[in-house]
């Protein structure tokens, strides 16, 4: 499983807290784990495109790391999810400048990858719902982190991402993404996801069908974006349903 949200969501630290409840495989987010050198900055879209590609080929290990592992019985949990390349590109594509537009480019790539067994999406992703306000605040603690000069832009990308993890991603796959009030410690977030978990139907691995209507998402113009904006109040916390699927929209 994953765990996702906008900068300065505390999604590590949740991830964290989480992995320890469950006795579980913590692996971190991809732009963590790169070697050498690290920027998020960029000059044009050729810098863009091979920053995101960098990242791709780093979620593509991490992928192949969390099916080895739960081949072996072992829980994973993922400090992001997998689709972050995709997310953020189209966050950027949407919210600042369509000349930065390297989503079908990372489309391509991303089919390919499934295609080889070497990238998929996480059985089940939870959203960390959590005010702009409360997130810049959280940012601002840790300027390492979040560096300041990439501060506005992670907050308007953030805002077009929020409405593909609670609005498209669960209509797109239902029971596979929900959202959780992420204003609490991360204690109280990880015992809270423990017990939804606890009451959640056996949930298969993501087939690779829907992989397949995930990425469909993207195609073109990719989904459709509304105009988001800031969110003052966090949505309820997620339950399952009846069926013991996620519910996204409790």
């Not at 579980?24 to 790169?34: C, I, S, W, Y």
């Not at 900055?41 to 290990?61: K, V």
């Not at 005010?131 to 390492?144: G, K, W, Y």
């Amino acid at each position: 499983m994953a765990i996702e949200g906008p900068s300065g969501s505390g999604k590590s630290s949740v991830a964290a807290a989480l992995a320890r409840r469950l006795d579980a495989t913590l692996l971190h987010e991809a732009f963590d784990r790169l070697t050498g050198r690290r920027s998020l900055a960029f000059r044009d879209r050729a810098g863009l495109a091979a920053i995101e590609r960098r990242l791709l080929a780093e979620e593509a290990r991490r992928w192949s790391e969390a099916i080895a592992l739960r081949r072996t019985g072992r829980r994973v949990v993922l400090d992001t999810g997998t689709a972050g390349p995709l997310s953020y590109s189209w966050g950027l594509r949407e919210g600042i400048d369509v000349r930065w537009d390297v989503v079908s480019d990372l489309l391509r790539r991303t089919r390919q990858l499934s295609a080889e067994g070497r990238w998929g999406l996480p059985d089940l992703t939870f959203y960390l719902d959590v005010p702009e306000a409360v997130a810049d605040a959280r940012a601002a603690r840790s300027p390492l982190e979040h560096p300041v000069r990439l501060r506005e832009r992670h907050r308007v990308v953030g805002r077009f991402e929020r409405l593909l993890y609670e609005r498209e991603f669960p209509r797109r796959l239902p029971g596979r993404f929900g959202s959780v009030v992420g204003e609490g410690s991360p204690g109280e977030i990880a015992l809270g996801l423990v017990d939804r978990l606890e009451r959640l139907a056996p949930v298969a691995p993501v087939g690779a069908s829907e992989t397949e209507r995930f990425l469909d998402l993207f195609e073109g113009s990719g989904p459709p974006a509304g105009r988001p904006r800031a969110v003052e109040r966090p949505r309820a916390e997620v339950a399952p349903s009846a069926s013991g699927a996620l519910d996204p929209n409790s």
